[in-house]
């Protein structure tokens, strides 16, 4: 899948997004490595830690479907109501993609179709904590 599709598919999770206390909307599209994409928008919470990034949710989702190998994420943000601005994954996301994803996922923060950024979560997240540390 180009990123192109990906990008909208988050476009169209951030629709429904639940953020009446941020007011900052957030969608993520999650490629499976069988094509099979995910979707996941935030969730907020009035007492704030329970709330939910699009990131998790997508993720969160893809596990409780069996899925497992993942190629790819896009994620786009922003104020309701104004411009998308590139958006990335906060450390809890981090940490989350580093639990099921190699070094080589492909994290893409988007604007839009056409303007956006692509980066590995080794690029991301170096020197990261996962699976393999507890396996020693």
Not at 12 to 33: D, H, I, K, N
Not at 67 to 76: G, L, N, P, Q, S
Not at 102 to 111: G, N, Q
Request: net charge negative; proline share 4%; aromatic share 8%.
């Amino acid at each position: 899948m180009d990123e192109k599709r990906l990008i909208q598919k988050a476009i169209e999770a951030r629709a429904q997004s639940y953020s009446p206390y941020s007011g900052f909307a957030v969608g993520a599209a999650l490629l499976c490595a069988d094509g099979t994409v995910v979707t996941g928008c935030n969730v907020e919470s009035a007492s704030y830690s329970p709330t939910v990034c699009a990131e998790r949710v997508a993720f969160v989702k893809a596990v409780s479907e069996g899925k497992r190998d993942f190629a790819a994420i896009a994620i786009v943000g922003g104020k309701t109501g104004m411009a998308l601005d590139a958006c990335y994954p906060c450390g809890v996301c981090r940490q989350t993609m580093a639990e099921f994803c190699r070094e080589d996922f492909r994290i893409v923060a988007a604007k839009s179709e056409s303007e956006w950024e692509a980066v590995t979560l080794g690029e991301l997240l170096p020197r990261r904590f996962g699976p393999e540390d507890l396996q020693a």
